[in-house]
């Protein structure tokens, strides 16, 4: 059964760190790429961050670059997400994803409150 469990979420003041991570399990890990996705309240859900099967190439959106690091343990089997800087607009319910031959997995998330 393929399963994507995140954990990590919470209550962070702006300018603070979380890290985020994903668990995954039923299917080969270390041959697939792997992306973090946010919803925000009341608003689409959005691509955050993609690194390659390896870990080699790693890709962000415009607004987290520089803030935020996707990583990788293919060991593990786990899919990391480092965010610094946090600011009010990263408050979101964060997903991690993987493309598994056409179908869409998803995790159930892990809600990333920013507010002081």
């Given at each position: 059964?393929?399963?994507?469990?995140?954990?990590?979420?919470?209550?962070?003041?702006?300018?603070?760190?979380?890290?985020?991570?994903?668990?995954?399990?039923?299917?080969?890990?270390?041959?697939?790429?792997?992306?973090?996705?946010?919803?925000?309240?009341?608003?689409?859900?959005?691509?955050?961050?993609?690194?390659?099967?390896?870990?080699?190439?790693?890709?962000?959106?415009?607004?987290?670059?520089?803030?935020?690091?996707?990583?990788r343990d293919n060991v593990k089997n786990?899919?990391?997400?480092?965010?610094?800087?946090?600011?009010?607009?990263?408050?979101?319910?964060?997903?991690?994803?993987?493309?598994?031959?056409?179908?869409?997995?998803?995790?159930?998330?892990?809600?990333?409150?920013?507010?002081?």
């Amino acid at each position: 059964q393929v399963q994507l469990v995140e954990s990590g979420g919470g209550l962070v003041q702006p300018g603070g760190s979380l890290r985020l991570s994903c668990a995954a399990s039923g299917f080969t890990f270390s041959v697939y790429a792997m992306s973090w996705y946010r919803q925000p309240p009341g608003k689409e859900r959005e691509w955050v961050a993609r690194i390659s099967s390896g870990g080699l190439s790693r890709n962000y959106a415009d607004s987290v670059k520089g803030r935020f690091t996707i990583s990788r343990d293919n060991v593990k089997n786990t899919v990391n997400l480092q965010m610094n800087s946090l600011k009010p607009e990263d408050t979101a319910v964060y997903y991690c994803n993987v493309q598994l031959n056409g179908r869409i997995i998803w995790g159930q998330g892990t809600q990333v409150t920013v507010s002081s």
